[in-house]
């Protein structure tokens, strides 16, 4: 038994739901509309508002294309589209979704997943690691807020170190996949050289913004980071393989 990422039920649902979320959108624009004309606020300052909302979208947009377009080599375009149109971020979704293909005895994903059954599992482990934020948030978010605001008062320092230690173990968590396969030789380096490129883009943009203060870059340091690194990485992986 096959499957089709890319059948057409699938485009209809992913459809569905994407215009429910367009249509929750375009309702509470109005509703913030008829509010700021209660309020008084110039219709030249909501215009404004709305523009420039708008304008700060297209770095985060072009970041969630890429991601789209990762993943649809081996989940299709519907599934990726609905995840990173919502709810998902790359970092976690492709992470989410190699972690339980390499649980199935997978390692290849470059081509498109058409076992019914490894498909229903990458999308429920995509799903339900993420879906917890969507509890724990509402349930516990004031209880942590006020728990770092007692901390900061306390000591201000250690606040900061906290904060520091909890970001970082985040990126840990992250950093362990890219070093993953390294004892596997020279090709096993190839995340780490993309990886050491893409901080040096970012670093190298950071500079632009700071010291020549091109203010612009610093919403689209990230999808520039990204699509000139994901371009480099090609270069990379047939320099390393050359070598072996």
């Avoid at 569905?16 to 929750?24: D, F, P």
């Avoid at 893409?198 to 340091?221: N, P, Q, R, T, Y």
Wanted: hydrophobic share 60%; glycine share 6%.
């Amino acid at each position: 038994m096959t499957f089709d990422p890319n059948s057409k039920l699938m485009y209809i649902m992913v459809a569905i739901v994407l215009l429910y979320v367009t249509a929750q959108a375009v309702f509470f624009l109005v509703k913030a509309i008829k509010r700021a004309k209660e309020l008084n606020i110039s219709s030249s300052t909501v215009k404004k508002t709305i523009l420039s909302s708008a304008i700060f979208t297209i770095a985060p947009a072009i970041s969630i294309l890429m991601g789209v377009l990762t993943m649809a080599g081996f989940l299709g375009l519907p599934f990726p589209w609905l995840r990173l149109s919502i709810l998902g971020a790359l970092t976690y979704e492709v992470t989410a979704a190699t972690s339980a293909a390499k649980s199935l005895g997978i390692t290849d994903l470059s081509t498109l997943v058409t076992d019914p059954k490894v498909f229903a599992t990458m999308a429920w482990v995509m799903h339900l690691g993420i879906f917890t934020g969507l509890i724990l948030v509402p349930l516990f978010l004031k209880k942590i807020q006020r728990g770092l605001i007692k901390i900061k008062e306390r000591d201000e320092k250690w606040s900061d170190a906290f904060l520091t230690a909890l970001f970082l173990g985040m990126i840990s968590a992250f950093l362990g996949l890219i070093f993953a396969d390294i004892k596997s030789g020279l090709i096993g380096w190839i995340p780490v050289f993309v990886m050491i490129v893409s901080a040096l883009i970012m670093s190298v943009l950071g500079i632009l913004v700071k010291k020549f203060k091109i203010k612009w870059l610093e919403d689209f340091a990230l999808p520039i980071t990204m699509l000139v690194a994901m371009a480099l990485s090609i270069p990379i992986t047939n320099l390393i393989e050359s070598l072996i």
